[in-house]
Protein backbone atom coordinates (compact mmCIF):
# COMPACT_ATOMS: atom_id res chain seq x y z
CA UNK A 1 0.00 0.00 0.00
CA UNK A 2 1.40 3.45 -1.15
CA UNK A 3 0.53 6.48 1.09
CA UNK A 4 -1.66 9.12 -0.96
CA UNK A 5 0.34 11.81 -0.53
CA UNK A 6 3.68 9.95 -2.48
CA UNK A 7 2.05 10.74 -6.11
CA UNK A 8 2.37 13.82 -7.70
CA UNK A 9 0.37 15.36 -10.43
CA UNK A 10 2.39 14.63 -14.15
CA UNK A 11 0.37 17.45 -15.92
CA UNK A 12 -0.25 21.63 -15.64
CA UNK A 13 -4.35 22.29 -16.63
CA UNK A 14 -6.71 24.75 -15.74
CA UNK A 15 -10.03 23.96 -14.47
CA UNK A 16 -12.43 21.40 -13.73
CA UNK A 17 -16.09 22.58 -12.44
CA UNK A 18 -17.52 20.32 -9.67
CA UNK A 19 -20.62 21.08 -8.58
CA UNK A 20 -20.97 24.97 -7.63
CA UNK A 21 -17.58 24.52 -6.46
CA UNK A 22 -14.41 25.26 -9.08
CA UNK A 23 -11.46 22.48 -8.61
CA UNK A 24 -7.73 22.99 -9.48
CA UNK A 25 -6.81 19.78 -11.56
CA UNK A 26 -2.69 20.22 -10.44
CA UNK A 27 -3.65 20.38 -6.04
CA UNK A 28 -7.35 19.43 -6.01
CA UNK A 29 -8.11 22.70 -4.53
CA UNK A 30 -11.45 24.47 -4.38
CA UNK A 31 -12.41 27.64 -5.40
CA UNK A 32 -15.62 29.61 -5.63
CA UNK A 33 -15.06 32.14 -8.03
CA UNK A 34 -13.52 31.58 -11.27
CA UNK A 35 -11.08 34.88 -10.58
CA UNK A 36 -9.80 33.33 -7.31
CA UNK A 37 -9.43 30.33 -9.33
CA UNK A 38 -7.66 31.33 -12.29
CA UNK A 39 -4.91 33.38 -9.72
CA UNK A 40 -4.32 30.22 -7.89
CA UNK A 41 -3.54 28.51 -11.05
CA UNK A 42 -1.21 30.94 -12.22
CA UNK A 43 1.18 30.44 -8.88
CA UNK A 44 1.38 27.12 -10.47
CA UNK A 45 2.79 28.09 -13.83
CA UNK A 46 4.92 30.63 -12.17
CA UNK A 47 5.34 29.74 -8.95
CA UNK A 48 7.98 32.42 -8.29
CA UNK A 49 6.01 35.28 -9.15
CA UNK A 50 5.08 38.17 -6.51
CA UNK A 51 1.57 39.57 -6.49
CA UNK A 52 1.09 43.07 -7.02
CA UNK A 53 -0.60 42.89 -3.39
CA UNK A 54 2.78 41.66 -1.83
CA UNK A 55 5.08 43.82 -3.65
CA UNK A 56 3.16 46.85 -2.69
CA UNK A 57 3.85 46.01 0.85
CA UNK A 58 7.35 45.16 0.37
CA UNK A 59 8.39 48.25 -1.29
CA UNK A 60 6.10 50.45 1.71
CA UNK A 61 8.60 48.45 4.36
CA UNK A 62 11.57 49.44 1.99
CA UNK A 63 10.50 52.95 1.90
CA UNK A 64 9.87 52.97 -2.00
CA UNK A 65 5.68 53.07 -1.50
CA UNK A 66 3.62 55.16 0.83
CA UNK A 67 1.21 53.11 3.00
CA UNK A 68 -2.28 54.09 1.74
CA UNK A 69 -5.12 53.32 3.68
CA UNK A 70 -8.29 55.29 5.58
CA UNK A 71 -5.57 55.46 8.94
CA UNK A 72 -3.25 57.23 6.95
CA UNK A 73 -5.73 59.23 4.88
CA UNK A 74 -7.02 60.72 8.10
CA UNK A 75 -3.85 61.49 9.56
CA UNK A 76 -2.61 63.67 7.10
CA UNK A 77 -6.37 65.24 6.82
CA UNK A 78 -5.95 66.07 10.83
CA UNK A 79 -9.14 63.87 11.72
CA UNK A 80 -9.98 61.10 13.59
CA UNK A 81 -9.78 57.47 11.70
CA UNK A 82 -13.41 55.62 11.52
CA UNK A 83 -12.74 52.16 13.17
CA UNK A 84 -14.70 49.25 13.54
CA UNK A 85 -17.48 49.01 16.05
CA UNK A 86 -16.73 46.38 19.15
CA UNK A 87 -19.93 44.43 17.86
CA UNK A 88 -18.68 44.42 14.30
CA UNK A 89 -15.48 43.10 15.26
CA UNK A 90 -17.46 40.41 17.59
CA UNK A 91 -19.62 39.39 14.30
CA UNK A 92 -16.62 39.62 12.33
CA UNK A 93 -14.75 37.14 15.00
CA UNK A 94 -18.04 34.54 14.60
CA UNK A 95 -18.09 34.21 11.47
CA UNK A 96 -14.62 33.65 11.11
CA UNK A 97 -14.98 31.08 13.79
CA UNK A 98 -17.74 29.58 12.33
CA UNK A 99 -16.49 29.24 9.19
CA UNK A 100 -13.04 27.69 10.25
CA UNK A 101 -15.22 25.17 12.39
CA UNK A 102 -17.05 24.07 10.02
CA UNK A 103 -14.52 23.65 7.59
CA UNK A 104 -12.18 21.35 9.92
CA UNK A 105 -15.29 19.31 10.59
CA UNK A 106 -15.00 18.14 7.64
CA UNK A 107 -13.32 14.89 7.26
CA UNK A 108 -12.39 15.64 3.67
CA UNK A 109 -10.42 18.69 4.77
CA UNK A 110 -8.91 17.28 8.09
CA UNK A 111 -7.45 14.43 5.55
CA UNK A 112 -6.30 16.58 2.63
CA UNK A 113 -4.55 19.00 5.13
CA UNK A 114 -2.98 15.44 6.60
CA UNK A 115 -1.88 14.73 3.58
CA UNK A 116 -0.18 17.46 2.67
CA UNK A 117 1.57 17.93 6.07
CA UNK A 118 3.26 14.38 5.41
CA UNK A 119 4.24 15.36 2.24
CA UNK A 120 5.67 18.54 3.39
CA UNK A 121 7.25 16.72 6.02
CA UNK A 122 9.65 13.82 3.16
CA UNK A 123 10.31 17.06 1.24
CA UNK A 124 11.90 18.49 3.86
CA UNK A 125 12.79 15.89 6.69
CA UNK A 126 15.45 17.98 8.03
CA UNK A 127 12.83 20.45 9.20
CA UNK A 128 10.46 17.93 11.08
CA UNK A 129 13.64 16.20 12.63
CA UNK A 130 16.11 18.07 14.08
CA UNK A 131 14.09 20.99 14.52
CA UNK A 132 10.89 19.62 15.32
CA UNK A 133 10.14 19.49 19.03
CA UNK A 134 6.73 19.12 21.36
CA UNK A 135 5.58 21.83 23.01
CA UNK A 136 4.70 19.71 26.24
CA UNK A 137 8.50 18.85 27.01
CA UNK A 138 11.45 21.93 27.66
CA UNK A 139 13.71 21.77 24.16
CA UNK A 140 17.26 22.44 24.64
CA UNK A 141 19.43 23.28 22.13
CA UNK A 142 22.51 20.93 20.70
CA UNK A 143 25.12 20.19 18.73
CA UNK A 144 25.20 16.72 17.47
CA UNK A 145 28.72 14.62 16.87
CA UNK A 146 28.35 15.82 13.57
CA UNK A 147 28.61 19.82 14.44
CA UNK A 148 24.51 20.34 13.29
CA UNK A 149 22.32 22.55 15.55
CA UNK A 150 19.56 20.67 16.78
CA UNK A 151 17.09 20.77 19.42
CA UNK A 152 16.41 17.49 22.04
CA UNK A 153 12.66 17.13 23.45
CA UNK A 154 13.38 16.91 27.35
CA UNK A 155 15.48 15.79 29.76
CA UNK A 156 15.72 12.49 28.85
CA UNK A 157 16.37 13.20 25.57
CA UNK A 158 19.54 15.48 26.90
CA UNK A 159 20.76 12.85 29.13
CA UNK A 160 20.76 10.09 26.50
CA UNK A 161 23.00 12.73 24.32
CA UNK A 162 25.45 13.51 27.09
CA UNK A 163 25.39 10.11 27.50
CA UNK A 164 26.69 9.43 24.18
CA UNK A 165 28.88 11.90 24.09
CA UNK A 166 31.09 10.50 27.57
CA UNK A 167 31.14 7.14 25.94
CA UNK A 168 32.23 8.48 22.13
CA UNK A 169 29.34 6.91 20.23
CA UNK A 170 28.29 9.25 17.06
CA UNK A 171 25.20 10.35 16.91
CA UNK A 172 22.46 12.22 15.22
CA UNK A 173 18.63 12.92 15.33
CA UNK A 174 18.51 14.48 11.78
CA UNK A 175 16.77 11.33 10.45
CA UNK A 176 14.63 11.06 7.20
CA UNK A 177 10.66 9.40 8.40
CA UNK A 178 9.58 6.31 7.96
CA UNK A 179 5.87 5.70 7.10
CA UNK A 180 3.88 3.14 9.33
CA UNK A 181 0.26 2.31 9.00
CA UNK A 182 -2.38 2.63 11.72
CA UNK A 183 -5.86 3.36 12.31
CA UNK A 184 -6.75 3.52 8.93
CA UNK A 185 -4.34 5.75 7.81
CA UNK A 186 -0.56 6.34 6.83
CA UNK A 187 1.69 8.13 9.55
CA UNK A 188 5.38 9.48 9.76
CA UNK A 189 7.64 8.50 12.47
CA UNK A 190 11.10 9.55 13.72
CA UNK A 191 13.20 7.96 15.91
CA UNK A 192 14.95 9.65 18.27
CA UNK A 193 18.40 8.86 17.49
CA UNK A 194 20.45 6.83 15.26
CA UNK A 195 24.41 5.95 16.15
CA UNK A 196 25.84 5.39 12.23
CA UNK A 197 29.03 2.85 13.79
CA UNK A 198 26.31 0.90 15.04
CA UNK A 199 23.58 1.56 12.19
CA UNK A 200 21.05 1.30 15.19
CA UNK A 201 17.99 3.72 15.78
CA UNK A 202 17.29 4.82 19.57
CA UNK A 203 13.68 5.90 20.66
CA UNK A 204 13.44 6.77 24.43
CA UNK A 205 9.76 5.89 25.52
CA UNK A 206 8.47 6.46 29.10
CA UNK A 207 4.96 5.08 28.31
CA UNK A 208 4.22 2.40 25.66
CA UNK A 209 1.06 2.48 23.50
CA UNK A 210 -0.63 0.40 20.83
CA UNK A 211 0.16 2.89 18.46
CA UNK A 212 3.85 2.93 19.65
CA UNK A 213 4.48 -1.30 19.24
CA UNK A 214 2.73 -1.45 15.85
CA UNK A 215 5.00 0.82 14.46
CA UNK A 216 7.95 -0.83 16.41
CA UNK A 217 6.90 -3.69 14.41
CA UNK A 218 6.88 -1.87 10.91
CA UNK A 219 10.04 -0.27 11.32
CA UNK A 220 12.90 -2.29 9.48
CA UNK A 221 15.80 -1.18 11.14
CA UNK A 222 17.26 -2.06 14.22
CA UNK A 223 15.89 -0.10 17.25
CA UNK A 224 16.68 -0.24 20.46
CA UNK A 225 13.97 1.25 22.97
CA UNK A 226 15.06 2.94 26.22
CA UNK A 227 12.28 2.09 28.39
CA UNK A 228 11.77 4.24 31.42
CA UNK A 229 13.19 2.42 33.90
CA UNK A 230 16.12 2.23 31.75
CA UNK A 231 17.00 5.90 31.60
CA UNK A 232 18.07 5.54 35.46
CA UNK A 233 21.07 3.67 34.72
CA UNK A 234 21.93 4.25 31.44
CA UNK A 235 25.32 2.01 31.62
CA UNK A 236 23.51 -1.03 32.56
CA UNK A 237 21.58 -0.63 29.53
CA UNK A 238 24.60 0.18 27.51
CA UNK A 239 26.67 -3.23 28.44
CA UNK A 240 23.03 -5.31 27.83
CA UNK A 241 22.88 -3.81 24.20
CA UNK A 242 25.88 -3.13 22.89
Not at 138 to 166: C, H, R, T, V
Request: glycine share 4%; proline share 3%; net charge positive.
Amino acid sequence: MVPAWSHKPNYMSSTLILASMMKCKICDREFKTQQALNSHVGYHNNPNRISGFKKYHNDVKKGLAKLNNQYTKSKELGIEAIGLSDETKKRMKEIATKKSNDYWADPKNKKEQSDRMKKIVLDNPDSYSAHNVSGRVKSFEFIDSFGNKIKLKGKWELKIANFFNDKNIKWTNKITPVSYFWNNDWHLYFPDFYLPDFDVYVEIKGYERNRDIEKWLQFKEKLLVVKKNEIKDLEKWYLENF
